[in-house]
């Protein structure tokens, strides 16, 4: 009983500063950067028929054998060495099961992880996306090396991004100007979509 009580402390604590889905994208994203990862694709699929938002994150880095998979809902346990504490997939869990959601992970040594989360949009316990397009500005102009693949789609549209067409023409990901201009790009894009969502949804 008392774990699980620290336990519901410690997330309890945490879900005051993980306070919306762009930072979950950043967390699980850097997962799999430090698992050494070439690839990375992050994808949000938001269906305003069911009220489902299906956030996901896969890569083709280290993976995790069974032992760390069983143990991957641990706060307290990481793959880490400089910290003892891994919080982003126990929370990510909390974050959408509080929604009515779920979450599911797949992994396999040195196949890759992909990390699901379903959240229930007409629940009030909904977290906002946050600054979706900030967080993905960073992830790419501090990874320049990675090919992060993007995509939310919304019902029948969607906006994709995908830093090898970028590069394909001709942007350089390295320059200093970048953030300035894509930000704002991503951002006016997602509003866009965003304009089709059903009124029902607590997202915003």
């Not at 991004?161 to 001709?170: P, V």
Request: proline share 3%; charged share 25%; hydrophobic share 40%.
């Amino acid at each position: 009983m008392k774990w699980r009580r620290l336990t519901g402390i410690v997330l309890n604590r945490c879900l005051n500063i993980m306070v919306d889905m762009a930072m979950h994208l950043m967390d699980i994203s850097q997962n799999s950067i430090r698992a050494d990862a070439k690839n990375i694709q992050i994808a949000f699929n938001e269906d305003c028929e069911s009220s489902r938002l299906t956030f996901r994150v896969g890569d083709d880095g280290n993976g995790m054998n069974e032992e760390e998979l069983r143990s991957l809902e641990d706060p307290f346990f990481t793959t880490r060495t400089t910290r003892k504490v891994g919080l982003g997939i126990p929370l990510l869990k909390m974050t959408c099961e509080q929604t009515g959601g779920f979450l599911t992970v797949e992994s396999e040594a040195g196949k890759g992880t992909i990390v699901q989360a379903v959240y229930c949009t007409d629940n009030p316990d909904c977290l906002p996306l946050g600054d979706i397009a900030g967080y993905l500005t960073m992830l790419i102009v501090a990874n320049p090396d990675i090919r992060i693949k993007f995509t939310y789609r919304l019902n029948d549209k969607e906006f994709k991004l995908d830093t090898d067409e970028l590069k394909e023409q001709e942007i350089d990901l390295r320059q200093s100007g970048l953030p300035g201009l894509l930000k704002p790009f991503i951002a006016e894009n997602l509003k866009e979509l965003f304009f089709h969502r059903a009124e029902k949804s607590f997202l915003c």
